[in-house]
């Protein structure tokens, strides 16, 4: 039996890596364990998006606005490390409809602090002289901003074991360990690992987990693609995508959803996006997927239909049904805490969930009400 530790956190991806940062700010004595390697999940398998842009009002809309804080504050500093860049977002619309929907939405995010301005047709071609010239407007998002996934791993759990937090890669966790109904630690193919707290941050995995401590947690892989072009000289110059992806971020159908989104790198390639569907963890091709992708972006930047595409990847999105994430303690298994179902945004809400858990943790109150956010709003059924 190995020594105990205030907190286990099993994921070592984006989300347990900040929560590690967080807790060992605090003084918690925190270890880490992943089945593979530090971030080779999700995190591997993204664009690093930082968005508030695509949040409707509500809880998750709070955790982007409050996590958008931290990247541009307290961890300002480190930017550097993860390759923070403050691209800005525009959203496109093509249709009048689709301009009314928008405006509503920004109502609506003005209210919660967000900063945004409406864009007329003319406005956005001084912005994107490449988009489609039959959007009518758009809107803009001077916050929305982009890292390096893998670097923002590597980073915060470095900084997490400058103040002694032990990772351990390679580390499959079969099974949790308890003491009546308290789960007190965890399995492993490394030995047993004590702990105050043992936090699920498996990402598309946690139903899974949750299962060993017998509770239901509906969170399910959702699949999606990015397809990445040949270098070339720079002519998209934000994160840009049509309004009709805050409807597919939204949705709960579980067959092919795509809509265009489109970004560039630092490097000259150019991220085309984005797709969702629900296939299980299912690594099977689809052409399909990669077809609509290829057509939605050259409908929104015409030059794309020329362009040379070098490799597509995809990866698997913790999804919840309610599409809020579930975050804190879980009060069917005392002992057992959840960080997990962000889908998408998992990057960009990643500190501050790992503050926010960190600050419960710590019997601190949290920044943010987590009541929203409980894990324990999961009937039997699957639904809240």
Excluded at 20 to 46: E, H, K
Excluded at 289 to 304: D, E, G, Q, V, Y
Excluded at 333 to 360: F, R, Y
């Amino acid at each position: 039996m190995t020594r105990g530790s205030d907190v286990l956190i099993i994921g070592a991806g984006a989300i347990g890596a900040a929560i590690a940062y967080y807790c060992s700010l605090l003084g918690l004595s925190v270890r880490v364990v992943d089945r593979g390697a530090p971030g080779g999940g999700t995190s591997s398998r993204c664009e690093g998006n930082i968005l508030v842009s695509d949040k409707e009002r509500g809880p998750e809309l709070d955790l982007a606005n409050y996590s958008l804080g931290l990247w541009h504050g307290e961890l300002a500093e480190h930017g550097r490390r993860w390759e923070f860049e403050q691209k800005g977002g525009i959203i496109v619309a093509s249709q009048e409809s689709s301009m009314v929907s928008l405006r509503r939405a920004l109502t609506a995010q003005r209210a919660h602090g967000i900063a945004v301005q409406e864009l007329e047709a003319d406005d956005l071609l001084a912005l994107e002289p490449h988009v489609s010239p039959g959007a009518v407007g758009a809107a803009l998002y001077p916050d929305d901003s982009q890292v390096m996934p893998m670097q923002v791993v590597a980073h915060l759990l470095a900084l997490a074991r400058d103040r002694g937090a032990e990772v351990l890669p390679h580390c499959p966790v079969t099974g949790l360990l308890r003491r009546g109904d308290q789960v007190v630690g965890a399995r492993t193919t490394h030995g047993d690992l004590l702990a105050g707290a043992v936090v699920n941050a498996t990402g598309p995995w946690a139903a899974q987990l949750a299962a060993l401590a017998d509770v239901h947690l509906p969170i399910a892989p959702r699949r999606g693609y990015v397809m990445v072009t040949e270098p070339m000289p720079p002519r998209v110059f934000h994160k840009v995508y049509a309004a009709e992806y805050i409807d597919d971020v939204g949705t709960s159908d579980a067959s092919l959803q795509a809509s265009p989104v489109v970004e560039s790198t630092p490097a000259g390639s150019i991220l085309l996006g984005s797709s969702r569907e629900q296939v299980g963890f299912s690594d099977r091709l689809s052409r399909e997927a990669l077809r609509r992708i290829a057509r939605n972006a050259a409908h929104l930047f015409p030059f794309l239909a020329d362009a040379r595409v070098l490799r597509h990847y995809h990866g698997f999105r913790p999804y919840s049904p309610d599409h809020v994430p579930a975050i804190g303690a879980d009060s069917r298994a005392p002992g057992l805490w959840h960080a997990t179902g962000h889908e998408g945004a998992g990057i960009g809400l990643s500190v501050g969930t790992g503050k926010l858990m960190a600050q419960a943790l710590a019997g601190h109150r949290p920044d943010l009400d987590l009541s929203p956010f409980d894990p324990s709003r999961f009937t039997a059924g699957g639904t809240p």
